[in-house]
């Protein structure tokens, strides 16, 4: 199911829900991997760097801006889990994953969602950007007209 707006632009409503909630697992499945001896230190610092990434308060996208300052976040520590994921064999790979309670295609799935969902946040805005600029427009033209009228009828 997706939410859709007044322009038939459905939020992808499903996949971020889904998203949501798998990210308990994900925080299991960093911690699981920044303790696993396998992986290079390059792919763990990758690891730290993501968790910094999220308790940062400088950010890309601020924190205060609801969801896009979140997401941003949740993206930074998904594609670290997927450098270090990439330095584990296929099989232990999986292993991990499974342990953790994810799917194969979770993580890629959730990557594309955090893009699909800025894509949707982007064309919502540059909406509500075109409507408030052609009311503004409208607004000024009529003001302007009166303004030109009355003071045509002074002089």
Do not use: C, N
Request: glycine share 8%; proline share 5%; aromatic share 6%.
């Amino acid at each position: 199911m997706t939410a859709t707006t007044g322009q038939g632009d459905p939020f992808p409503r499903d996949r971020f829900t889904a998203l949501l909630r798998r990210l308990p697992r994900y925080a299991r499945l960093a911690w699981h991997l920044a303790k696993d001896e396998r992986l290079s230190r390059s792919r763990q610092v990758a690891l730290l760097a993501g968790a910094a990434y999220l308790v940062s308060p400088v950010d890309l996208v601020p924190g205060f801006i609801p969801v896009a300052g979140q997401l941003d976040d949740a993206l930074v520590v998904l594609l670290a889990l997927r450098l270090a994921l990439a330095g584990l064999p296929v099989a232990d790979r999986e292993a991990a994953l499974a342990e953790a309670g994810l799917d194969p295609t979770a993580l890629d799935d959730d990557v594309r969602t955090i893009g699909a969902t800025y894509g949707w946040m982007g064309r919502q805005g540059a909406r509500i950007t075109w409507r408030t600029a052609q009311t503004v427009g409208h607004v000024s033209s009529r003001l302007g007209r009166s303004l030109v009228a009355r003071v045509r009828r002074e002089v």
